[in-house]
């Protein structure tokens, strides 16, 4: 059985992603920061909780020394913010911690043993708000971020063997806490694409930008 990590899985898209991942015989570990509902979250799905901050590098080499290796990531956990990118020194760094530097140790220390069992599906839930051909947008440092997501899964997809597929997508404006509830699309939708991503052959792509499926321009 393959296993799998997914960030931010105890509500909205990362939820969804978890649920999914189960449904296609994943054994999927629900990484949340809070313990509680983390917890909670897991039963729920029937998944296995291991207690995970990804703007903590402390709390991600504990996570990863407790599940040791994974087959899939998913690095879904993300921040919002508000104002403009200039405004806040500590919410700029707050997202960079949580949507680029947290993935990134996530890749790092997963990596090797993908490589090593010729296998891995590395998914980044980013945003088009963090595509150049897109305009760039969203508040505080989210659209920043994003973009430095996206730069990252094209840099280390390049690095990577092609058996280790990365890949990011945008699981478009989904109703959930952080999108907000304006939306009629339900995170289930929003999760499709990156559980196609996690499940992709042996012949799929590597170093892409996808919403629902389709490939966008970086």
Known sequence: MKKALVTGGNRGIGFAITQGLMAEGFEVYLGARDWQLGEQAAIEA????VQLDVSNPESIRAAVNEIQAVDVLVNNAGVLGSGGVLDSEQEFAIS???MVHGPFLLMHLLAPAMIENNYGRIVNISSDWGLFSEGMKGPGGYGVAKAALNALTFSAASSLPNNVKVNAMCPGWVNTRMGGFGSERPPEKGAETAI?????PETGPTGKF?????EMAW
Do not use: S, V
Not at 196 to 200: D, H, I, S
Not at 210 to 214: G, I, M, Q
């Open 46 to 49: 029937g998944a296995q909780f």
């Open 96 to 98: 960079m911690a949580t």
């Open 196 to 200: 196609w991503l996690a499940t992709l």
């Open 210 to 214: 996808f919403r629902d499926k389709n």
